[in-house]
């Protein structure tokens, strides 16, 4: 089974102008995620804010499902709380995986965008599916992940494509979609 473990990066992120900011946390995103990742059997979902003020609403909201009234109300939205974690920064995240298995992560992250080192959803498929080292799978906010910190990533994956040419996918869908293509049962085969 393959050990994958995703975040939604907060900073450094474009916003529409261009200028690189730090994005306020969206509840649903916080919420719809952290269901689809226990949905794929993800290790742990990173929530990556480096601001205390949206670092306190995550902790509430985590706090509120894991602990307070929602872990009553709902035991299926408690059970996907339990991997979500909230680290500062993507090294954060690196570093954590490290420690929790012993290897460096393959870094991989999405974009609307190609790059030179761009993937296809089989390639990754497969890596993941054979290799032993575990997969960090990040997913910027705003308008995508500042360029430097891009150029970092071991891969990139190839803009998930729609019927036309509207293409700003809501993040909560895209990593859906995406985790459905790496870690999903392979229904074409069927």
């Given at each position: 089974?393959?050990?994958?473990?995703?975040?939604?990066?907060?900073?450094?992120?474009?916003?529409?102008?261009?200028?690189?900011?730090?994005?306020?946390?969206?509840?649903?995103?916080?919420h719809d995620i952290?269901?689809?990742?226990?949905?794929?059997?993800?290790?742990?979902?990173?929530?990556?804010?480096?601001?205390?003020?949206?670092?306190?609403?995550?902790?509430?909201?985590?706090?509120?499902?894991?602990?307070?009234?929602?872990?009553?109300?709902?035991?299926?939205?408690?059970?996907?709380?339990?991997?979500?974690?909230?680290?500062?920064?993507?090294?954060?995240?690196?570093?954590?995986?490290?420690?929790?298995?012993?290897?460096?992560?393959?870094?991989?992250?999405?974009?609307?965008?190609?790059?030179?080192?761009?993937?296809?959803?089989?390639?990754?498929?497969?890596?993941?599916?054979?290799?032993?080292?575990?997969?960090?799978?990040l997913f910027g906010?705003?308008?995508g992940i500042e360029?430097?910190?891009?150029?970092?990533?071991?891969?990139?994956?190839?803009?998930?494509?729609?019927?036309?040419?509207?293409?700003?996918?809501?993040?909560?869908?895209?990593?859906?979609?995406?985790?459905?293509?790496?870690?999903?049962?392979?229904?074409?085969?069927?």
């Amino acid at each position: 089974m393959p050990r994958v473990y995703i975040g939604l990066v907060h900073y450094p992120i474009y916003n529409r102008q261009g200028s690189v900011i730090t994005t306020a946390v969206t509840n649903f995103d916080v919420h719809d995620i952290a269901r689809t990742a226990r949905t794929y059997n993800i290790v742990a979902y990173f929530i990556i804010h480096p601001l205390e003020s949206q670092a306190g609403l995550v902790r509430e909201i985590m706090e509120y499902w894991r602990e307070g009234f929602g872990s009553h109300y709902n035991p299926d939205r408690k059970e996907a709380f339990q991997i979500v974690r909230l680290l500062p920064d993507i090294e954060a995240a690196r570093a954590e995986i490290e420690i929790a298995e012993g290897k460096a992560p393959l870094i991989v992250t999405t974009d609307a965008r190609t790059y030179p080192n761009s993937v296809s959803y089989q390639f990754l498929r497969e890596k993941a599916l054979t290799d032993e080292q575990p997969l960090l799978l990040l997913f910027g906010t705003g308008w995508g992940i500042e360029q430097s910190v891009m150029n970092q990533f071991d891969y990139i994956l190839e803009p998930i494509y729609g019927g036309g040419e509207y293409n700003p996918l809501p993040v909560r869908a895209a990593v859906a979609i995406i985790l459905d293509r790496l870690l999903g049962e392979p229904w074409w085969t069927k």
